[in-house]
């Protein structure tokens, strides 16, 4: 089955798009607003895309899309935006950062996981003004850097998982994280 890209209207969805096709997974997309429950019920994951502006109709349809991969134990990928709202969804919080993060930034791993392997660090591309504060219970952090604390975490028992930054921006380490989140879960 499938994986469903949902676009919340990012500027980097043709990336994500691009890397899942350079990686030959087969792959939905669909705008936040189009996600039907056949959409959900015929793919076997979810990658949920940054977003360029708050919007109260991307939230909702994605705290929507949340809860049911979070009740159905669908693996779900949130990307940026995604990681934030997954983490709102599901009682975490965000802060606003003090300046806008934009570039390529050191990630350092906290411990072997399915969407990095064994690495000890990766180098990833960030562009955001916002970060998760505070992790929902259960969830867990897999990886920090200078500027957040959170850059990826999991609820592995769901399958839930947040990335800070933008793998499909952030070269072979990028692609190989969408790679282990594709096949891998």
């Known amino acids: 089955m499938p994986v469903l890209v949902v676009d919340n209207l990012s500027p980097f969805t043709p990336d994500i798009l691009a890397c899942l096709d350079k990686l030959g997974v087969s792959h939905v997309y669909r705008k936040f607003s189009e996600v039907s429950e ?18 109260r109709e991307i939230n909702a349809a994605n705290s929507m899309i949340i809860r049911q991969c979070n009740s159905s134990g669908k693996p779900l990928l949130g990307i940026c935006y995604g990681a934030e709202i997954i983490a709102l969804t599901l009682g975490g919080s965000i802060r606003k950062m003090p300046s806008h993060v934009q570039g390529t930034t050191p990630v350092s791993l906290a411990k072997p996981n399915p969407l990095t392997g064994d690495k000890k660090s990766i180098s990833v591309y960030e562009s955001h003004g916002y970060c998760v504060a505070r992790l929902p219970a259960n969830f867990q952090t ?8 959170y850059e990826i975490f999991s609820d592995d028992r769901k399958k839930i998982y947040g990335t800070q930054f933008h793998p499909e921006k952030s070269g072979s380490d990028g ?7 594709a096949a891998k879960l």
């Open 142 to 149: 897999l990886a920090s850097s200078q500027y957040c604390e």
């Open 175 to 181: 692609l190989a994280l969408l790679q282990n989140f």
């Open 38 to 55: 056949y959409d959900l019920a015929g793919c076997d994951r979810v990658i949920l895309s940054g977003r360029r502006r708050n919007s």
